[in-house]
């Protein structure tokens, strides 16, 4: 067994015996596999979303050993592009969870990317990432680009949505989110 498949799997043993005694407990929502408690998945809209692994166009490949699951959803907003068949369109992921926290990770690739990306609970903007490309900075992995301490407990929707009309060129590569369970 890899290395980070056994840790995600010990982390869910821990996990689920936490559970039955009652406490908080974190729980991971990956890009592709969802949610292992609920079986809730990412729905994708905007058809500028690749499965990152299985893409062999994409141009950022980062290291499927560091990333969790060896998965992870890539998209590229771009106003005007002649290779997207919905440019100008922000491009949005959203997940359904049970909790008071949240906690979403994302690979960024700062030598050659911008970053835009909004985050949305239950349809309300409640933050962003934004970060201009800067030369020298390679991939970066278990980028905690938004955390949410204080949310109502109880079930709400999470949405990713990446870049902005008539904004820069941005790159997304989603890895997962944790939150923890009510
Ligand atoms: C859940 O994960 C966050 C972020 O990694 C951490 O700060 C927090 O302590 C964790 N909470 C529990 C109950 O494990
Ligand atoms: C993503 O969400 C934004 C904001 O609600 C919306 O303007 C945009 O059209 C959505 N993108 C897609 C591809 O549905
Ligand atoms: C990625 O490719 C593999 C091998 O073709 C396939 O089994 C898998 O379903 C693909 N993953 C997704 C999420 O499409
Ligand atoms: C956290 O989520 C709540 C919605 O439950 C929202 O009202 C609040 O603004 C968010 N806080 C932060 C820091 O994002
Ligand atoms: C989440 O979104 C779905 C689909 O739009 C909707 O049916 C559901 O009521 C929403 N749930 C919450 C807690 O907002």
């Known amino acids: 067994m890899p290395l980070v ?14 559970y039955t005694e009652g406490k908080l407990v974190n729980i991971t929502i990956d890009d592709t596999n969802g949610d292992p408690t609920t079986g809730e998945h990412f729905t994708y809209l905007g058809s500028a ?10 141009a950022d490949r980062p290291d499927p050993l560091l990333v969790l699951d060896g998965t992870w959803h890539d998209a590229t907003f771009n ?6 068949l919905e ?3 922000p491009l949005n992921a959203s997940v359904a969870f049970n909790g008071a926290t949240l906690y979403v990770y994302c690979i960024t690739d700062a030598a050659r990317e911008h970053s ?20 020298i900075v390679p991939f970066e992995y278990n980028v905690l680009v938004y955390q949410n301490q ?10 990713l949505s990446n870049g902005k009309v008539n904004g820069a ?4 590569l989603l890895d997962y989110v944790v939150y923890t369970s009510v």
């Open 150 to 159: 204080s949310i109502n407990p109880g079930p709400h929707n999470f949405t």
């Open 116 to 135: 835009y990306m909004t985050f949305y609970i239950d349809n309300e903007l409640v933050g962003s990432y934004i970060q201009n490309k800067f030369e």
């Open 49 to 58: 979303w690749n499965v990152g692994q299985n893409c062999t166009g994409c």
């Open 169 to 172: 060129k941005a790159l997304v």
């Open 5 to 18: 498949r056994l840790s995600y799997f010990l982390l869910h043993l821990i996990s689920s015996v936490l």
């Open 87 to 89: 440019p100008n369109i």
């Open 79 to 84: 106003v005007q592009s002649t290779e997207m």
